[in-house]
């Protein structure tokens, strides 16, 4: 008998009707004769919506009642799809984060697993019952609920097939699997069958929201092979995994894009040793996580530092610095959340020279100015306006040749 662990999201489980459909193919996968643990999302814009709720009682709630609240998504879900299940004859138990034994460290809002402590989930997995445990949640070692960051839902997944030894990890969400573009902005982007840990680290580094990043780090991490598929089809959809021969020898794997980023500039800054060190000592001991920085060519003896930083913290950051303006001697600062970033990944650039200049010229000539450039091994990334993002992506994509000219997809369910 095999074990599956199936994760289903958001718009999977986002109306009654929908429960109904992922709880049927649970059902199927069970008198398959495995034993499934399903892990939920929240229904549908259910997230969302209490963060909305929330910010129009408070600017700045507190992260403990934050996570209180957000995690109660997930609890309406799971209940839910036990109920379906029992409905269609079968034996089925949820169990909240806490309650599965998610250890988590005390960070409200962006707290990492860091145990999982399973006995529940086997106890009752050997008393044959399907189990339904709510994403995204965990409880510290005070015995605080906390929540594991947005989209935190397939990490919980992962977690829980490494530490039971499941024999697959299906992630269900409301599209094919990982395409070479996010296919609501790409039309014709194609369906990858496989991409290595690697790469899919960098593409959901840089925005494809379909995995969330820490997610793909615990399953590279713990050796988890994990499957991307549509929780409206049956289609195979992506497996991530170890490179291997059989992957597709492509250069180029895909382009991502990331609107979620604010820039900020210190100006005139005097070029001496200690400055920087100074400023993203500051922007760590913030809990601020830094992305792209650039330094200028010093002129007359100051320089400016520019670094990118998430918008959700750009308040929290740019208070920081204006805090250090005086300390470093700077003149001023400038605080710009109308960008974006664009990146290109792929494998094959490490042995392939010029693709950078390549995905320059595609820009250059859609007209998209480039105002920061940061590249690895296997990606470059530059930061544009917001609003060229998607021409941008659309121009890359076609220059690099990838998309699938026999697909027409119709548009996907939201
Ligand atoms: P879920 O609720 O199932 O977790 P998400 O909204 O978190 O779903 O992630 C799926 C979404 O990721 C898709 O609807 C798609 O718009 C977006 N996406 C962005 N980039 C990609 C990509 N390269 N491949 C597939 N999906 C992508
Ligand atoms: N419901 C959470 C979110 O919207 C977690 C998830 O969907 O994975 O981010
Ligand atoms: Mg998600």
Redesign the pocket.
Known sequence: MSLVVQK?????VGDAERIMRVAQRVVGTRERGNSVVVVV?AMGATTDDLIDLARKISRNPPGREMDMLLTAGERISMALLAMAIHALGHEAVSFTGSQAGIITSSEHGRAKIVDVRATRIREALDQDKVVIVAGFQGVSETADVTTLGR?G??TTAVAIAAALKADACEI????D????????LVSN?RLLHAVSYEEMLE?AAT????LQLRSVEYARNHGVLLQVRSSFSDAPGTWIGEEDERMEKAIIS?V?HDSTEAKITIQDVPDRPGIAAKVFETMASEGVNVDMIVQNVSSAGTTDISFTVPRDDGERARTAVDRLLAQVGAKGVNYDDGIGKVSLIGAGMKSHPGVAAEMFSALAEAGVNIEMISTSSIRVSCVVREADVERAVRAVHARFNLADEAIQRES?PR
């Open positions: 289903f999201g958001g718009t999977s999302s989209g839902s397939d269900y969400t409301d599209v699997g990982v395409y070479t573009a996010d296919p609501r982007a593409m925005g494809a929201r379909v895909g991502t996907h």
